[in-house]
């Protein structure tokens, strides 16, 4: 009897909840991903940089005048690279000096780029360390700090000095500043020689290059003195810019923005302080919207804010910002798992994935949902951090597996497809940060590991098919494994709820690949649902191989496909198979 000749359709995605048996989809698979709904290879990684002095918690990247340059900040300090825009050669790090800045090992980084329209028409680099790194809920205040990009010196931002002449004075002292107008206002705390800690600006009169202004405190020196002026942008959540404002987040539902275009003025009227919610805001991301009617999106620990500028005059005074609570009843993993995709916002909560497009909703997910929050090591929750693949239509979710301390596996999301898979704990799922960029076309994510000279790797991925490593290159092995293909469920493909109870004999398999170098085919199953998988040994093939001829039968078969050979690569088309019913036994084990 001639065998049955079945195209191998099997629908995409990686099914870990539920059992290998119930699965519609694939069941096991490692470093693929899945386009037109059928398997290939991810791309390759290249060690651009291995010197990076710790590892990364926070990266931005961004280019200009032909150059793209990489931030990465770790728990002792800011470094940058800068690179070409194509093929990431290029030099570093510059370690970047900081003012206000604390080393310490819970450091968590937020960047943002802005443009100060006041000062020397510079973009600028926004830089804040939180002291998250074990608590997202950490209360600990910290400076926010700017600089020019790329490259400047970091200070804090809200705080400078200035140099005048001195009246003492009873409980108030006159300071007398010339050449500055807009920096001095009411409620900055001031400190240098001859003031009492808590001193702090009464009230100020600019006018004609002259600052007057008053101080609490009783000084003691007069003369020309350098004091300090401090607008005590000091926050425990993050910052973002909602373009031309500066933002800045923590305690206590706190959302904070400096005055248009002036990251150093925050009591002008345009600049607003609110406390929006019981729980600290955690992070904050630019909405549609536009430098006329900026708007933006914030997440405390249980809900989600839209803040949007909306200029109205009631009576005398102008209110400038609309908070609106979108939702109350919402959660956030970590403070680093928001990501933006096409003007969606997508986020991963404490039990769930969640999305806002006009409205907080759940992202389906009944593929790998268990697999992910039953097994994600919840005391390095904050380490979770997400990043996205546009060539491929992807999102993913770095986190800690099992015990782990950092992360070791990446769920992912396939938004055009709508479907679900993992990196399957592949050795290039072990990143603690990234970043993208629209002008540079790679992702650069940072390793966990320390290399050879003790320092760390900054990896460029989507690139060739390769781990290339200094002057080594070695394989990545990539596979995938169907569900199971038995008669007892309906035969390949198909899933059915009932089917014939007999085994089935696989004689041949015709592979239908784009394929790179050699390839590998394990038969494996069982008897029974619960029972031990008898793997075979491999069938190899080349590109060029037209047939494989096979003699293996299961009650509940399937079939692995992978690729282990340098330069290997691999996108699968629509095999076939020979099969039919196998011995007459319908139960024992293979």
Aim: aromatic letters at 12%; charged letters at 15%.
């Amino acid at each position: 009897m001639a065998a049955n000749v079945i195209s191998l359709n099997i629908k995409p995605g990686i099914q870990r909840d539920g059992t290998e048996f119930d699965a519609p989809c694939f069941v096991d698979g490692q470093w693929v991903r899945f386009q037109r709904g059928r398997p290939r290879k991810i791309g390759g990684y290249r060690g651009i940089f291995q010197n990076a002095s710790g590892l990364s918690r926070g990266m931005i990247m961004s280019s200009d005048n032909g150059l793209n340059y990489v931030y990465s900040g770790y728990s002792a300090g800011l470094e940058l690279w800068q690179t070409d825009d194509d093929d990431g050669v290029g030099s570093g790090p510059t370690t970047i000096s900081m003012t206000g800045f604390t080393s310490i090992a819970t450091n968590l980084w937020q960047f943002d780029i802005g443009f100060d329209s006041t000062g020397a028409g510079n973009s600028k680099l926004i830089a804040h360390a939180g002291q998250n790194l074990r608590y997202i809920d950490s209360t600990v205040n910290t400076p926010v700090m700017y600089g020019t990009f790329p490259g400047g010196a970091m200070t804090e931002v809200g705080k400078f000095t200035a140099t005048g002449a001195m009246t003492p004075g009873t409980p108030n002292s006159t300071f007398v500043i010339t050449g500055i107008n807009a920096l001095i206002y009411p409620g900055q705390l001031v400190s240098g020689a001859g003031l009492p800690s808590g001193s702090y600006v009464v009230s100020s009169t600019p006018g004609s290059g002259i600052t007057t202004v008053a101080i609490f405190g009783t000084a003691t020196l007069s003369g020309t003195q350098t004091l300090t002026f401090d607008n005590q942008i000091n926050v425990s959540g993050g910052v973002v810019m909602l373009h031309p404002y500066l933002f800045v987040y923590g305690n206590n539902g706190l959302i904070q923005n400096s005055s248009a275009g002036d990251f150093q003025n925050w009591v002008a009227a345009d600049s607003n302080s609110n406390n929006v919610s019981a729980t600290k805001v955690v992070k904050g991301l630019p909405l549609r919207g536009g430098t006329t009617a900026p708007a933006g999106l914030f997440w405390s620990l249980d809900s989600v804010i839209r803040v949007s500028y909306a200029p109205q005059t009631i009576g005398a005074t102008t209110i400038y910002w609309r908070y609106d609570l979108i939702s109350s009843q919402s959660s956030i993993l970590s403070s680093s798992s928001v990501i933006e995709y096409d003007g969606i916002f997508y986020w991963c909560g404490t039990d769930r994935f969640l999305m806002y497009n006009g409205v907080v909703s759940e992202v389906k997910n009944d593929t790998n949902t268990n697999y992910f929050f039953d097994n994600i090591n919840y005391t390095q929750r904050q380490k979770v951090w997400v990043s996205k693949v546009p060539r491929w239509g992807e999102i993913w979710w770095f986190y800690p597996k099992g015990d782990a301390e950092e992360c070791t596996d990446a769920i992912i999301y396939n938004v055009r497809d709508k479907i679900w898979y993992d990196a399957g704990q592949a050795l290039g799922a072990r990143r603690s940060a990234g970043t993208f960029s629209e002008v540079f076309r790679r992702p650069i994510w940072a390793g966990t590991e320390q290399n050879a000279s003790g320092k760390y790797t900054l990896w460029q991925h989507e690139t060739g098919n390769n781990v290339v490593n200094l002057t080594q290159e070695s394989a990545i092995e990539s596979y995938f494994e169907t569900d199971s293909l038995g008669w007892v469920n309906g035969g390949p493909g198909q899933n059915a709820l009932t089917g014939p109870n007999k085994w089935i004999r696989l004689e041949r398999v015709e592979p239908d690949f784009v394929q790179q170098e050699e390839m590998y085919l394990i038969v494996t199953g069982k008897g029974y649902a619960d029972d031990i998988d008898q793997p075979s040994d491999p069938y190899y093939f080349e590109p060029t191989t037209l047939k494989i001829d096979i003699r293996q039968q299961r009650r509940e078969m399937r079939l692995r496909f992978g690729s282990n050979v340098v330069n290997g690569n691999y996108e699968c088309g629509l095999n076939l198979l020979s099969a039919d019913i196998g011995d007459e036994r319908s139960t024992g084990n293979p």
